[in-house]
T-cell receptor
Framework: EAGVAQSPRYKIIEKRQSVAFWCNPI?????LYWYQQILGQGPKLLIQ????????DSQLPKDRFSAERLKGVDSTLKIQPAKLEDSAVYLC?????????????FGPGTRLLVL | AQRVTQPEKLLSVFKGAPVELKCNYS??????LFWYVQYSRQRLQLLLR??SRESIKGFTADLNKGETSFHLKKPFAQEEDSAMYYC??????????????FGKGTKLSVKP
């Protein structure tokens, strides 16, 4: 089966600019996750979707980050305006169900550099 | 607070030597524990989970609730085991169900 797709793979922007990332999960996967991975750290969950509804966005900086999953398939994550500390790899993952034991499949990530 | 600690940033061993990557966790309920691995230029992928009690690529991990640990072990390391290893936990219910909390990772380097 095709894996999780993400684009772009790399993005360089200046602070205060906006940026958007796209994710296409594995076909049929109901749950979609966005993680932020800062250099030297493990991934940190930003938001979790179940179909097109938000399950958990407690760690999403809502003053600048937004995400949506229209039609319960693809998802976009947006940052507006970007700050230097947003430089990170943004990982999208998907799983069949929202259970604690379900395997999450990760995309290749989008590497963002904010100058 | 939920937390995963991997005390070693880098672990370097020779081929054929035993390997143990340490992981300790803090969680008030009954978590599910996982090891994820990222090989060079590849995606983050699941290596094994405690509930399956399986051995994958010669690796095993035992959940020790008394010591709140989930160390990853392999008796004889191979060069192809060189990678970044992340320990992660997931809450068993409620809003945290399915969410993964990752440690900072340990880079394993297996020398020939």
């Amino acid at each position: 089966e095709a894996g999780v797709a993400q684009s772009p793979r790399y993005k360089i922007i200046e602070k205060r600019q906006s940026v958007a990332f796209w994710c296409n999960p594995i076909s049929g996967h109901a749950t979609l996750y966005w993680y932020q991975q800062i250099l030297g750290q493990g991934p940190k969950l930003l938001i979790q979707f179940q179909n097109n509804g938000v399950v958990d966005d407690s760690q999403l900086p809502k003053d600048r980050f937004s995400a949506e999953r229209l039609k319960g398939v693809d998802s976009t994550l947006k940052i507006q305006p970007a700050k230097l500390e947003d430089s990170a790899v943004y990982l999208c993952a998907s799983s069949s169900y929202r259970t604690s034991t379900e395997t999450q499949y990760f995309g290749p990530g989008t590497r963002l550099l904010v100058l | 607070a939920q937390r995963v600690t991997q005390p070693e940033k880098l672990l370097s061993v020779f081929k054929g030597a035993p390997v143990e990557l340490k992981c300790n966790y803090s969680y008030s309920g009954s978590p599910e524990l996982f090891w994820y691995v990222q090989y060079s230029r590849q995606r983050l992928q699941l290596l094994l989970r405690h509930i399956s009690r399986e051995s994958i690529k010669g690796f095993t991990a035992d959940l020790n609730k008394g010591e709140t640990s989930f160390h990853l072990k392999k008796p004889f390391a191979q060069e192809e085991d060189s990678a970044m290893y992340y320990c992660a936990l997931s809450g068993g219910y409620g809003g945290s169900q399915g969410n993964l909390i990752f440690g900072k990772g340990t880079k394993l380097s297996v020398k020939p």
